[in-house]
């Protein structure tokens, strides 16, 4: 395998979920995505549909946190995974119905044809106020979960190649952001692309998802699942976010124990 397709996607918890579900398995069996990182799938039936939806995937990561899917976070593999971790944020206030999903990052390490990937899926915390100036309020608990994402990406050993994505909730050009891909070597696979990930016509808030490769992986990156569907005879945007995909060259692959 010369090449490795990643999506990352924000699927929306709310509004014809089931409807959009169905709609998103449909596209996701036809795809050609190695591994698919999913955010806001909360809901334990609504992930069952959806891994009925998926047959192609016969590999999932999650956690629980009874009764609802911990974070909200799932990936999808059509590798094997050899391992799975999660780590929660710490809840920090302002007080908010957020705190009941245990938002964090889920750890998964897959088994390639040429070596093993870690994927790191994250939801950091809304900025309900979406003012990310220092004083924030919000700023500073997505700051303080940056900081904990950052511990944990720094204990895995830097020769394993590692991807970092998901619904970061903070523009890509914002300086907590560049510090968090500092401090981890991590690199912007979008380049600093300003396309916005979240629909406009909900908010201007620009390009508020995220994909972090670790050198020497490469990554090519698009935005995607930016048409509305024509689901049950209305038009119907797929989530309030675009997904973002990425073809991975796997450079500096190393075998390793699973």
């Keep these: 395998m010369t090449k490795i397709r990643i999506l990352t996607f924000n699927t929306l918890y709310r509004g014809r979920t089931r409807v959009r579900m169905d709609a998103l398995a449909e596209l996701l069996e036809r795809s050609d995505y190695d591994v698919v990182c999913l955010q806001e799938v909360i809901s334990p039936l609504i992930l069952a549909a959806l891994r009925r939806g998926t047959r192609s995937y016969p590999h999932l990561a999650r956690a629980w946190t009874f009764p609802i899917v911990r974070g909200g976070l799932v990936t ?9 971790r999660y780590h929660p944020f710490t809840p920090a206030r302002p007080a908010r119905p957020e705190w009941l999903l245990n938002k964090g990052a889920l750890f998964t390490r897959v088994q390639l044809p040429g ?3 870690t994927v790191v899926n994250t939801h950091l ?10 004083s924030n309020a919000y700023t500073k608990v997505e700051q303080a979960e940056l900081r904990q994402l950052a511990d944990a990406v ?5 020769a394993e190649p590692l991807v970092a994505v998901g619904d970061f909730n903070i523009p890509r050009d914002s300086g907590y952001l560049q510090t968090f891909a500092s401090v981890t070597g ?14 406009p016509e909900y908010a201007d808030i620009g390009a508020i998802d995220q994909f972090l490769v670790r050198p ?3 990554a090519k990156t698009r935005v995607v699942f930016k048409e509305k569907l024509d689901l049950d005879g209305r038009p119907t945007p797929l989530s309030d976010h675009y997904g973002i995909e990425a073809i991975l060259t796997p450079a500096g692959f190393v075998e390793g124990r699973g």
Aim: charged share 25%; net charge negative.
């Design 76 to 84: 999808l593999s059509r590798w094997p995974v050899t391992q799975v």
């Design 115 to 117: 070596g093993y990937l």
């Design 125 to 134: 915390s809304a900025n309900m106020d979406m003012d990310w100036s220092p």
């Design 154 to 158: 720094n204990r895995i050993p830097r």
């Design 186 to 199: 991590l690199q912007d696979a979008t380049d600093g692309s300003t396309e916005p990930t979240y629909r």
């Design 216 to 218: 020497p992986l490469e």
